[in-house]
């Protein structure tokens, strides 16, 4: 059975950086593509950020380039993602995903496991 497990989030002043990690068990790590997604209240579920199985590959909404890096450490079944520069419009919960495949992806129908999520607030 997959399990995702995020944490690191929390509240941070807007300029502030958090990291978030995402620990994955019940499946080959390094076969699966991992996505960040967010979400607010009464909207749907975000495309954050993607990388591919073998890390070589990522993706970013237009919204995050430059201020978030995705990252993943196969040896220990983790991504990361690292939010830097975090506005009060970054505020949301924060959920990993994973994939069985080798690109990045971005439709959140494509991932079928989730975790449970972890509240990132950024205060102005």
């Known amino acids: 059975q997959v399990q995702l497990v995020e944490s690191g989030g929390g509240l941070v002043q807007a300029g502030g950086s958090l990291r978030l990690s995402c620990a994955a068990s019940?499946?080959?790590?390094?076969?699966?593509?991992m996505g960040w997604f967010r979400q607010i209240p009464g909207k749907e579920r975000e495309f954050v950020a993607a990388?591919?199985?073998?890390?070589?590959?990522?993706d970013y909404a237009d919204s995050v380039k430059g201020r978030f890096t995705i990252s993943r450490d196969n040896a220990r079944s983790t991504v990361y993602i690292q939010m830097n520069s975090l506005k009060p419009e970054d505020t949301a919960v924060y959920y990993c995903?994973?994939?069985?495949?080798?690109?990045?992806?971005?439709?959140?129908?494509?991932?079928?496991?989730w975790g449970q999520g972890t509240q990132v607030t950024v205060s102005s």
């Open positions: 995903a994973a994939v069985n495949g080798f690109r990045t992806y971005r439709n959140v129908r494509e991932y079928p496991n």
């Open positions: 019940g499946l080959t790590f390094s076969s699966y593509a």
């Open positions: 990388v591919s199985r073998s890390g070589a590959s990522t």
